[in-house]
T-cell receptor, first 113, second 118 residues
């Protein structure tokens, strides 16, 4: 069965600094990978996804993620964060050909001035 | 276009009471699912449905029932609430786009229902 690990429960960062949120997954088969963002008191919304092809995936709001098959990672990056990026970020994985989506435990990004 | 609508937004129950969390989507999505979100545990799948009349269990189905009589609605029932069911519940829906690889669909989430069981 697939699983997702987000080692950092909270990442504090200053505005305009770069940030990386880490995500590692385990699966014995091919996977699709997703990053979702949850702003305070809201549901989750898609940030970006990797299905196939280029390992560097660009998403909304200037975020990007890189799929690394050998390291089974899908880390999320942004070169310069804004206060408005303060939210909780969830990495998720789905085995290709299946519907069940498994989420990580989330990383809370706290951006301060 | 309302998307995924969950009601109620907040609910307080006493142990042993029953209730139903409602979920409706107006996008004609085939797939619907219920997740619970708990601190430090992320989102865990409770039940899901791949179409009207078809439901299946997720990771944490105990204490919850679901049914899918229509494409639009996917209610979650708590038959006898327990304090361990205090959580934020999210309903989500998705569909397989034509030409898109199977399983590549993206979830559309509702705003959540916060349930407290005393």
């Amino acid at each position: 069965a697939q699983s997702v690990t987000q080692l950092d429960s909270q990442v504090p960062v200053f505005e305009e600094a770069p940030v990386e949120l880490r995500c590692n997954y385990s699966s014995s088969v091919s996977v699709y990978l997703f990053w979702y963002v949850q702003y305070p008191n809201q549901g989750l919304q898609l940030l970006l996804k990797y299905l196939s092809g280029s390992t560097l995936v660009k998403g909304i709001n200037g975020f990007e993620a890189e799929f690394n098959k050998s390291q089974t990672s899908f880390h999320l990056r942004k070169p310069s964060v804004h206060i408005s990026d303060t939210a909780e970020y969830f990495c998720a994985v789905r085995n290709t050909g299946f519907q069940k989506l498994v989420f990580g435990t989330g990383t809370r990004l706290l951006v301060s001035p | 276009n309302a998307g995924v609508t969950q009601t109620p937004k907040f609910q307080v129950l006493k142990t042993g009471q029953s209730m139903t969390l409602q979920c409706a989507q107006d996008m004609n999505h085939e797939y619907m699912s219920w997740y619970r979100q708990d601190p430090g545990m992320g989102l865990r799948l409770i039940h899901y449905s791949v179409g009207a009349g078809i439901t299946d269990q997720g990771e944490v189905p105990n204490g919850y029932n679901v049914s899918r009589s229509t494409t639009e609605d996917f209610p979650l029932r708590l038959l006898s609430a327990a304090p361990s069911q205090t959580s934020v519940y999210f309903c989500a829906s998705s569909y397989e786009a034509s030409g898109s690889p199977f399983g590549a669909n993206v979830l559309t989430f509702g705003a959540g229902s916060r349930l407290t069981v005393l």
